[in-house]
């Protein structure tokens, strides 16, 4: 018994799982991917630096479940990682920007969602990675806020629709992760701003545990909420934030 038991704990999270990633390029979607493969998955990653194809549209996100089912066969998590970034003081907002994030980082995850219902047959598990400006906001990243807002109803309807089969849905809502696309939106905001100085860094203080979070961090909480020891939550929208939200 004592044997089985240490071989149980030794096999890694996700061991047996055949997964779709797709990534954006701050990094997040490809810590991801290759936290998956250490837990033992099979992955097939689409965008990001390392991964097959594009991914910046809507038109994408069929492309990359037709893909990974070539690559893996039947699929049985899908984790949807891509976010457009934008600064933007509420002065030079236009509808036009703002329906392109929609596009982006709202609409893609809709696409993903009625996909992976279709796709993925029986029990499996849907992730969306979001971001905590989505729940309470700033000036500069309101309409980048609003276009990810959309990802907490998604995702609860989604699980709600799914459990019956086994199908759970949740959401990543990441705080400050230190990332070279994240540190470079964050000194395009300062400059909005007029803000001297290090403005990532200036951010970094007002997390309470003080610090950025990394992106492998991010991943190691994508692979736990996918995995089986995760098998009893659904729904729920999963703050990995140092307690920067309520700060």
Known sequence: MSEM???TLAAGLLEGSRCLVMAGADGIGEAIANRFRSEGAAVHQTGGASGTGSFCRVEDVAASFTAARAALGKLNLVVLAYSQWSTMSPEKWSTDRFQELMASNAAMAVE??????????????????STDWALATSPDLGLMGASKAPLGPITKSLALHGAKRGLRVNAIFMGLIDSPQLRAFAAERGAEAGISGDAFERLVARVPIGRAGTPDEIAKATAFICSPRSRH???VSVLVDGGLLYA
Do not use: K
């Open 5 to 7: 038991i240490d071989m």
């Open 112 to 129: 993903t969602g009625r996909l992976a219902l279709r796709e993925i047959e029986g029990s499996g598990a849907l992730c969306f990675i």
């Open 233 to 235: 939550v659904t729904g």
